[in-house]
């Protein structure tokens, strides 16, 4: 058996993650273009904050002050239920959610380990 550095073993498999993300990327988007949804970025970003300000005409948009206090002061009772509803699903998720990751996450050395951003993204 031939000896491999385990440096060599460590940027092979970063290679090949990276070969795999983009293949599922590619994949992904194939699935959402036969659905007719052409014009999702599926680029993954190295920098949380490089996504944040690619995002930020949509966030100034639907969640500026102003946009926020017309929604507030639009909504009806149903809406703040419905709304109400909502978070009560999602303060049931998110710790499940959590859980599932850790379990997941929990043999994976700490180099290889995703940062949160690049979790939260597909969540």
Do not use: W
Request: glycine residues 2%.
């Amino acid at each position: 058996m031939a000896s491999c550095n385990v440096e060599e073993m460590k940027r092979a498999g970063v290679e090949a993650l990276k070969a795999y993300e983009d293949a599922m990327q590619q994949r992904c988007a194939a699935v959402l273009a036969a659905e007719g949804i052409s014009d999702v970025n599926l680029v993954r970003q190295d920098s949380s904050l490089m996504s944040f300000f690619d995002r930020a005409p949509f966030i100034k948009q639907y969640f500026s002050l102003h946009q926020l206090k017309l929604a507030v002061d639009e909504c009806t009772d149903d809406d703040l239920r419905a709304v109400q509803r909502d978070m009560r699903c999602l303060h049931r998720i998110v710790p499940l959610a959590r859980k599932i990751i850790t379990i997941l996450t929990s043999e994976i050395p700490a180099e290889y380990k995703p940062a949160r951003a690049d979790i939260l993204r597909p969540l």
